[in-house]
Structure formats: structure tokens, C-alpha cells
């Protein structure tokens, strides 16, 4: 299994919770499996009501483990039409099914002895995408004024800077182009 601390797995739990809720996920149940399973620590059971809206959860449930950086080992599903999609990412499974689906796989009763997690507890703590960092305003940089001219000792004149080479000329207009009448050959 890839190594996420237990706060993260949290974090990454309460987000999808919301997220899938969001999205309007129907049953949604969260099961801490992890002293019953040596596959994966916890059980995400959501149900849509149909194929694209199981695909939209699964996009959803893709997004908030890409931003968690949580590696996704695999997603099964069994085919269009099949009404049940499972995506495996080592601490967290989750698994996508259509209403007729869920009751036929019956994993809520298969893991039965599972310590089931109060959602309502766990949505009050949802973790906020950290948001990006202000971007200060880039300032034009002032251009680099010439050093000091410098005083010779045998000249009574201060030597002058050099011109700058970053200095702006000034822009001259374009000329009209001129058209030329072309000559045709005389035709024999």
C-alpha cells in the first residue's frame, strides 16, 4: 500500500464525501474495514442512478485523489451498462454501483462487521482545497542608470556615461508601399 498518514487519509475521506455528495451520490456509506481487510483500510459504497451519473461520480472521486496526490492502483468496471464501477487507491476503495446493482452485490452486508463512519461528523470537517498563493504584482523593473561619470585627474572634463543600449527609440512610421506597374511581355 502507497504511505498516507492517517490525518491525510482523513482529509482525503471528508473530501470525497463532499465531493460525491455534490454530485448528488445516493446511500453513501463510509466503512472502516482496515482490522477486517489486509487489502485496504477503508470502503466508500456510493449509489447513482445511472451510467453517466456513475461515471461523473467516478471523474470526481479521480479529481480528489489526483489532488491528494493519492495514487489510483486500478478502476474496474464491468463494462457499459453494468451498473457497478470500483476504483482501488490502496487505503481507500470505492465502489460506484446503479440502485438494482448495489442490492445485488449486497456489500453492505458482506462487510457487516465494519465499523461504520458517521458522515455527518465527517462532512463537518471537510478539508478545504488549499487555495493558491497570492501572486505579487510584477513591477517593471526601472532601468539601470549609467554609473557616475568619473572625474579624471588629467582631464578637466567629466567623461559622459555611455549611451544607454535598453533605451526605447523612437518608432518611425511605416511608408506607404509604392506599387510598381509590371511590365507584360509583348505577346507574339
Do not use: C
Not at 492517517?6 to 475521506?13: E, F, G, N, V, Y
Not at 449509489?47 to 495514487?71: C, M, Q, V, W, Y
Not at 460506484?96 to 465499523?115: G, P, S
Amino acid at each position: 500500500m502507497a504511505t498516507v498518514s492517517d490525518a491525510q487519509t482523513s482529509a482525503i475521506l471528508r473530501n470525497l464525501v463532499a465531493a460525491l455528495e455534490d454530485k448528488k451520490a445516493e446511500q453513501l456509506k463510509v466503512m472502516n474495514v482496515g482490522g477486517l481487510s489486509d487489502i485496504t483500510d477503508f470502503l466508500v459504497l456510493a449509489t447513482g442512478n445511472s451510467e453517466p451519473h456513475l461515471r461523473a461520480l467516478r471523474i470526481e472521486a479521480e479529481k480528489i485523489f489526483d489532488a491528494a496526490k493519492l495514487p489510483i492502483a486500478g478502476t474496474e468496471q464491468g463494462g457499459y451498462g453494468s451498473g457497478w464501477t470500483v476504483m482501488d487507491a490502496y487505503q481507500i476503495m470505492v465502489h460506484f454501483f446503479t440502485a438494482e446493482q448495489r442490492v445485488n452485490y449486497a456489500l453492505d452486508k458482506l462487510w457487516k462487521d465494519a465499523v461504520e463512519i458517521d458522515l455527518k461528523t465527517m462532512a463537518a470537517k471537510v478539508v478545504a482545497p488549499a487555495k493558491p498563493k497570492a501572486v505579487k504584482a510584477l513591477k517593471p523593473k526601472a532601468p539601470k542608470v549609467a554609473a557616475k561619470a568619473k572625474v579624471s585627474k588629467t582631464a578637466s572634463k567629466p567623461r559622459t556615461a555611455a549611451p544607454n543600449k535598453n533605451a526605447k527609440k523612437p518608432v518611425a512610421k511605416a511608408k506607404p508601399a509604392v506599387v510598381k506597374a509590371v511590365k507584360k511581355a509583348p505577346r507574339k
